[in-house]
């Protein structure tokens, strides 16, 4: 089975412009969650979605924003960005959501000037 | 409430043994194990559930104390590969999973 992929891989934006990163699950996966990782901050949780629905939301600002289409593709989008949103964004898939394992893809690396 | 690592960091020539601790403040369903090594995505080790036993991959093994709220990973006889960032996600029934801010782990020769 193809693994969890995510585009792009890198990208570069300045402070104010919006950003919309693309994850692709596992086949079969239906739960999609994304994860923020910065150094020395570990894996802080952003969202969780389930069947096209947003099941559980980490402590962001609204500016995080997600959706995950009928195929269980997932797309999260940054708005108004800021030099702090710089970091690694992981999206990860499992069966069922909630606390099941999750399965990660290569990440996205925003860097924000 | 994310869990809390310890060490932050350790540094291990080959052939010697590890303990990473990961506690939470809450009561605790399962415990998961990832390893991520430097410019990679974290990949899952294992996975511990509550009233389930000590498990094991290789010589990497977990333990989990419901009534602590603690896991251990064990890595014994340590490999140049073990080298990379150890993270403890936690579940507490149907929510998301909550990561640790990681132990790194150094392996030199």
């Known amino acids: 089975k193809a693994g969890v992929t995510q585009t792009p891989r890198y990208l570069i934006k300045t402070r104010g412009q919006q950003v919309t990163l693309s994850c692709s699950p596992i086949s079969g996966h239906r739960s999609v969650s994304w994860y923020q990782q910065t150094p020395g901050q570990g894996l802080q949780f952003l969202f969780e979605y389930f069947s096209e629905t947003q099941r559980n939301k980490g402590n962001f600002p609204g500016r995080f924003s997600g959706r995950q289409f009928s195929n269980s593709r997932s797309e999260m989008n940054v708005s108004t960005l800021e030099l702090g949103d710089s970091a690694l964004y992981l999206c990860?898939?499992?069966?069922?959501?909630?606390?099941?394992?999750?399965?990660f893809g290569p990440g996205t690396r925003l860097l924000v000037l | 409430q994310q869990p809390v690592q310890s060490p932050q960091a350790v540094i291990l020539r080959e052939g010697e043994d590890a303990v990473i601790n990961c506690s939470s403040s809450?009561?605790?369903?399962?415990v998961h194990w990832y390893r991520q090594k430097h410019g990679e995505a974290p990949v899952f080790l294992m996975i511990l559930l509550k009233g389930g036993e000590q498990k094991g991959h290789e010589k990497i093994s977990a333990s989990f104390n419901e009534k602590k709220q603690q896991s251990s990973l064990y890595l014994t006889a340590s490999q140049l590969s073990y080298s990379g960032t150890y993270f403890c996600?936690?579940?507490?029934?149907?929510?998301?999973?909550?990561f640790g801010k990681g132990t790194r782990l150094s392996v030199i020769a």
């Open positions: 990860a898939s499992s069966l069922a959501q909630g606390g099941e394992t999750q399965y």
């Open positions: 996600g936690t579940a507490s029934g149907n929510t998301p999973l909550v």
């Open positions: 809450k009561a605790l369903y399962s």
